[in-house]
């Protein structure tokens, strides 16, 4: 029992109060050598290429188990998939398993956002945490240099090769920034004359929205890295024409940027599990999950890869089934879906902005209000054929009664696996029962059931209406300005044949932020579609995704500092 009169650590706190081990000790028991590894400081490494090699075909002899981690729709505040996917893990190892965790690198914007540090928490976090949420390896600042490169090399081509074919209306490559900058959505550059540039509409995203993170993150290699770079469409000419970054000549140097930003980094987690922390798309623009060659090498080295899909299972975990799987080949052997209690108050009451004071305060009938979405949610999954595990992440104001009431409907209700999980204030051992029934799951489930939602060659516009009726819960799809005509040019382009990568709201299972629970009677409306070539599927924009989020009006960055000695607060 906690004494309430001692102050309650902070992550922060707890991640500097914890004896890490030298990275190449950790990891040396699990295959990776002094020379496998190039280093970051004691605590931080990346795998080298060869290294990669070697744990590929290793991965082969090994019959692995995929967990991934989702969740319900979450509050603005999150519900904790990331501790949830570290204390599942160290869990694991805790009962005996060989558990291996690959997680996404936190983006700067996010961070000094609205959600503080993005390692997990409490005793499920990953470490060194500071590093790992503040620049870590660089990898964020190696994309952004390499996506702004070929922003400068296509404007330098527009301005000085008079023989250079592009309608400059239909320039397609923004620039990037790792930070959520609204003043930068929509812009107008190339003025003061001649020296200035071309004069055209621009704009800027966050980094982690950049089709070169999705690329980076289905590659399996340097080599296909830039493959995947040539292909990528900037703009195109005045007869609709795609022109690529390979008739630019910027392959070569934006893929020499990244040549360390495709080797994984490994850390660890507080207890001493090690962890895969690459790339970070987002689920609501992009794919949502960490690199297909983190992955690959975990499963290298351990029996269990657990790893997580960002936001709802709407978002990441369908993206994850029907985009990361079929890309790479990959089958998932249970997902575990993360809940709280916070969560069901805030889908079952009417309220925009929410008051979570009121929620706090609210009881077990606002708990049962919410549990539509939840629901849906695990609805959703077993479409696939994966065993479902539904997670009760616990907060400390949570009473038990709310608590046993979710654990009730989940076992009573709709005959799923469910557990309480503690993970965050007791590490694995408040795992235990959630890590009892994954692996549970796992040896129940059948790689055979597992099943994409559709067909990759059915056309683009029936893959948008499958996700928006079978996951979304819409009773159909409206396309609005030119999305029909994308659609066209998608299709005539060559990308009729690959996943379809939906880019919406993540506060809602509809594409209205301000529905909750599971809204019925409405129509997804689709305001675009465009190719990501390098990364392998087409996007179709929502009418209100937002590839350039803003900070809020106070955002967590006012409450984060550092003193004299380096020492940092309001992190987490």
């Known amino acids: 029992m906690t004494d309430p009169d001692e102050p309650i650590p902070t992550d922060y706190d707890i991640a500097q109060s914890t004896e890490m081990e030298p990275i190449w000790e950790l990891v040396e028991p699990w295959g990776l050598g002094l020379d496998d590894l190039q280093y ?22 090994r019959d692995g188990n995929l967990v991934l981690v989702t969740g ?32 996404r690198e936190p983006s700067l914007g996010p961070v000094f956002g609205v959600k503080g540090g993005a390692a997990g928490g409490g005793r499920s976090q990953v470490l060194p945490m500071e590093d790992i949420n503040l620049h870590f390896t660089g ?14 090399m296509l404007d330098a081509k527009l301005t000085g090769d008079e023989g250079f074919d592009v309608d400059v209306t239909d320039v397609r490559w923004p620039r990037a920034i790792d930070m959520n900058d609204r003043a930068l959505r929509s812009l107008v550059i190339g003025l003061g004359g001649k020296t200035g540039g071309t004069p055209r509409e621009d704009s800027f995203l966050l980094t982690a929205a950049s089709e070169l993170m999705a690329a980076l993150c289905m590659a399996d290699g340097l080599g296909d890295l830039k493959e995947r770079i040539g292909r990528i469409i900037v703009a195109y000419d005045e007869d609709g024409g795609p022109v690529t970054v390979e008739d630019i000549e910027a392959t070569g140097p934006a893929a020499m940027l990244l040549r360390d930003a495709i080797k994984p980094n490994v850390v660890q987690t507080i207890e001493g599990t090690p962890a895969f922390i690459h790339g970070g798309p987002f689920a609501n623009i992009a794919h949502g999950t960490n690199s297909l060659i983190a992955d690959k090498a975990a499963f290298g080295m351990g029996d269990y890869l ?10 990441g975990a369908e993206k994850f089934m029907n985009i990361v799987c079929r890309l790479g080949e990959m089958t998932p052997n249970a997902v575990v879906v993360v809940s709280s ?14 008051d979570f004071d009121a929620i706090d305060d609210a009881g077990v009938e606002a708990v049962e209000r919410g549990f539509e979405n939840l629901d849906k949610h695990v609805s959703n999954l077993r479409q696939f054929g994966v065993p479902v595990v539904v997670a009760v992440n616990r907060f400390p104001d949570d009473t038990d009664e709310e608590v046993q009431a979710v654990v009730d409907h989940c076992e009573e209700d709709l005959d799923v696996r469910v557990a309480e999980s503690e993970v965050f204030e007791k590490g694995s051992e408040g795992g235990v029962d959630l890590g009892e029934r994954v692996i549970d799951a796992v040896e129940a489930s059948d790689e055979d059931d597992f099943e994409f939602l559709y067909d990759e060659e059915a056309p683009i516009a029936d893959k948008i209406e499958t996700v ?11 396309f609005t300005g030119g999305a029909l005509d994308d659609i066209e040019r998608m299709e005539r382009l060559g990308f009729g044949d690959v996943p379809v990568c939906m880019s919406k709201t993540f506060h ?16 997804l409306e689709i305001s675009e579609v465009y190719p990501s070539a390098g990364a392998g599927f087409v996007v179709a924009l929502t009418a209100d995704a937002l590839t350039m989020p803003g900070l809020p009006e106070r955002p967590a960055a006012a409450d984060m500092d550092i003193d004299d000695d380096g020492n940092i607060e309001g992190l987490f």
């Not at 928006?468 to 409206?478: H, N, P, Q, R, S």
């Open 341 to 354: 209690v916070r969560a069901l108050k805030y889908h079952g009451e009417e309220m925009w902005p929410a």
């Open 72 to 103: 319900m729709t979450p509050t603005p505040k999150g519900e904790g998939k990331t501790v949830t996917t570290v204390g599942l893990g160290q869990t694991l190892n805790h009962l005996g398993e060989e558990a291996m965790i690959a997680i």
């Open 306 to 315: 657990v790893t997580e899909a960002g936001f709802g299972s709407d978002l």
């Open 468 to 478: 928006a009726t079978e996951i979304y819960g819409a009773d159909g799809v409206k």
């Open 40 to 61: 970051f400081g004691e605590y931080t490494a990346k795998v080298k290429h060869h290294a990669l090699e070697r744990l590929r075909d290793e991965a082969a002899d």
């Open 508 to 523: 809602s299972l509809s594409d209205d932020a301000t529905k909750k629970g599971a809204p019925t009677g409405w129509e």
């Open 139 to 152: 990898d964020l600042h190696a994309l952004t240099s390499a996506h702004n490169l070929i922003s400068a």
